[in-house]
């Protein structure tokens, strides 16, 4: 019994798979509270959607996919802004034109020229195949973002809470923000060899809603974030491994679970606490 | 009665002048609306001072000239004699936002905003240092506050969140405190605090610039107003500047006002008025000339 439930840490692909997760994992988490705070949750879907060309494209060139995803990136946020700029169409309508579009391009090209990855590897990941080449990319990636956050994440976090107070003590906002999203970027290609393009939305915000339940401060929320998403990401590939199921959709359901967990029992702001709230409030007036 | 801002050329002497200098700034945004146009003011520290227009006078593009978000097409702002920049790199300014431009639900606790003030004395990591801490425990105490430091700030009532940014400013240490429409959802009592720890910054040298509707409290406790309706109308000592015809200008017929005299208000042969100028919020009661003044320790002796 014990020995079977050890055979995945008997896998190179199986252990390169856990400990990538892990890592994407646990920067998305970082991410992830920040953009939940803003607002911005959206955003991240529509980023995972929009480089799904990209990637396509660099297969088929044969080119790193990191090149291709920030190409499609480019040309993604370009479009949004002239077509807002030449219309009066809502923000909400425009993001959902391109980022479909540009979808839909990507699915087309991946079927229509042949490549060394399949369609279905794009939109859902499979980071049990995952080659080597990818695997340093992704590497660079989140290790890189990781430690940008981990020395900037207060400065991040004036930025975030409060732009004037920022400025007021020389920090350029415009930059910091603009660093953010070059991060937000770069990570969600990251997280697409990990659980897809659809799925890329949870890894950058479930974690976050999750430890947002649990705590008033943010530096604590962080650090349960990134322990959400890298605990989540490396128990999620371990299991798809018996279940033989996509690694993406067990990360995404194992995130959803505690995230319900927290939902009901959260000691503060959890359902039952507040339920629990009413109630002495109710037999302190009686 | 009206002031005319006077032009003051810069040379290298009044540069070294601590305090806000606002020369000939004009501020064109990027869709070529022009929200200030030649805008000259200068303010010495130990001052407060109220910033006051309508809405879209230019009152939040002033500020934003003086926080360097937003560049000036013409003219310039100093700090303390220096460019907005090196200013606030040096933390000479402070800023007090308003009430609805805080996300209240965001997860930090009192003593987390005030830490944010020593930020920009901090290394680059923001590490606060045991110094940090006790300015931070100082600037709670002071505006009473030292209680509710464990509260996220989504906990409090309107006066109290108040007191916590401007715990924060304290903490910042700033010559140049901005405050923008602190009095907004804000209790009486918290109004008298907030003006007493103003009161007590005068003192101290430092130099405050308040964006105010509440007209009422303006000659209880400021010592000089810009008046503003996209470029300054006016600027200077309270009683000269803040009368009911510069105001009748800067409102331009927004204000609500009430007036009332002859023999509706006297049985004698006194020719004053009563007047009452109201934006939304307290009204500004003048007797003749003269703003009435609620708190003594501001007033002037009665026109007669």
Redesign the interface.
Known sequence: MIAELLVPFSYEYMLKAMWVSALVGAVCAFLSAYLM?KGWSLMGDALAHSIVPGVAGAYILGIPFAFGAFFAGILASVSMGFVKQHTRLREDAVIGLVFTSLFALGLLMASIWPMSVSVQTIVLGNILAISNEDVVQVAIIAGVSLAVLA?KW??LM?TF??E??A????LNTVFLKGLFFTLLSACTVAALQTVGACLVIAMVVTPGATA?LL????GR?IVISIAIGAITSFVGAYISYFIDGATGGVIVTLQTLLFLVAFYLAPKHGVLAARRRRMELAGAEA | MLTQPTRVELNPASALVAGISVHGLTVTYNNGFTAVRDATFDLEPGTICALVGVNGSGKSTIFKAIMGFVRPSAGEVRLCGRPVEEALKRNIVAYVPQSEDVDWNFPVLVEDVVMMGRYGHMNFLRMPSRADRYKIDEALERVGMSAYRSRQIGELSGGQKKRVFLARSLAQEGRIILLDEPFTGVDVKTEAAIIGLLRELRAAGHLMLVSTHNLGSVPDFCDEVVLINRTVLAAGPTAEVFTQVNLERAFGGVLRNFSMGGTALHDDADSRRLTVLTDDERPLVLYGDQPGVRDASNARPPAK
């Open positions: 705070l020395l207060k400065d004036v809470f409060d004037s107070h400025r007021s003590m020389g947002y705590t008033d401060r943010f929320l």
